[in-house]
């Protein structure tokens, strides 16, 4: 439990955002440190986001995880529009999720959303400010270091009681001793400029997706390129093509416009959610779970949220910030076990002592 109240949040992208919102409004002192001059700079800044279930045959914990993570974002649109509704924010939606090459029907759903993602960033930062954060833009933060009882950002007169670090890719030059094993994912959506006529009636997932028609635009995504691979310009129109090709046809002759980003995630494509490892501390060769590995008393961690974004960062925020009140989170032991960042550590312990 965090029993004073000056957190850092680094990073004003959603994971930041959601997590300025959940602690100020848990009643902490919260100041976030954002490297450009304005929010959701980095992968939050796209057009339109989707969300949508995770279908497993098992029901596995990362279809557990989505389901949660998407119920406590649908409160989330509604606690933060207009009048409870998503207001601006969004709307739900209809989500089909076709395999991969769009011949058969895998899931449907009326519970999905697509949603405006730098609104929702901007309205979670807005009611943070509500609550009493504090934001500042331009501020790049380049190191950690920690005292006994204070994190410190490297800046003049600036020191906290706990960071949480929401900087997507650049997490582990923060964070370099957490072993949280991140990976960067580039990606591009496209917007194609089309009349409402035309408009998918939902949301429709194969490969990729499309939306309905949204402020004018269809948006269709999203390409996965890894490291320096190039980027390849025809690639949503190829999954649009297998979603619907007449309407990639007309597509291809409308004005799009492309927006690149990348995608932070982890190994096992799970986000990491609560406080980092204490590198500092040796690991004991009795260690074999979870909550016997040492964790730092003031580092936290939201990231590694890779493609579903929104189905994560409201429900992790909740998490972090249930964590640092002392009560109890909102998702059983062992969903966030799965998302727990000591969690590699762990494994790499474990492999390495013999039983
Ligand atoms: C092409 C593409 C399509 C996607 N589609 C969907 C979708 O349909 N649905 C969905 O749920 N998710 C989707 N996602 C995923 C979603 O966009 C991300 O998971 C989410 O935006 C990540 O948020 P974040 O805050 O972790 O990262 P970011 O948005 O990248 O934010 C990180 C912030 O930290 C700041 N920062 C970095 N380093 C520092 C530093 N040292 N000091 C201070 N500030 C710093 C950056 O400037 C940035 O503002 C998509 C992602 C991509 C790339």
Known sequence: MVTRTDIAVIGAGLAGAACARALARAGFRVTVFEAQGAPASGASGNPIAILHPLVSSDHNLASQWVEVGMKTTLRWLSELGEGNSMGSLGQSCSVVQLNRDA????????????????QFVKACLSEAIACGAQVIFNQEITALETTSERVSLGLKNQSFDAAVVCTAQSTELLLPQA????????GTVTSYSISQSESLPCVICADGYATPVIDGQMVVGASYERGDDTHDKSSNLDRLRVICEPLAALCAASPSQDR??????????????????????????????????????????LGG???????????????????????????????????????????????????
């Open 260 to 301: 690149r980003s990348t995608r932070s995630a982890s190994l096992d494509r799970m986000p990491h959610v609560g406080r980092v490892l204490d590198a500092n501390q040796p690991l004991k060769p009795s260690i074999s779970q979870i909550h016997q590995m040492p964790r730092h008393p003031m580092l936290w961690v």
């Open 179 to 186: 072993q949280l094993m991140l990976n960067a994912l580039h």
């Open 305 to 355: 949220l890779g493609s579903r974004g929104f189905s994560s960062a409201p429900l992790g925020a909740e998490i972090i910030a249930a964590q640092m009140r002392g009560v109890v989170p909102p998702v059983g032991p062992r969903l966030l076990a799965a998302v727990d960042p000591v969690r590699f550590a762990l494994r790499r312990h474990q492999r390495r002592s013999p039983c």
């Open 103 to 118: 011949s058969d029907l895998v899931h449907w759903t009326a519970d999905g959303a697509w949603i405006r993602p730098t």
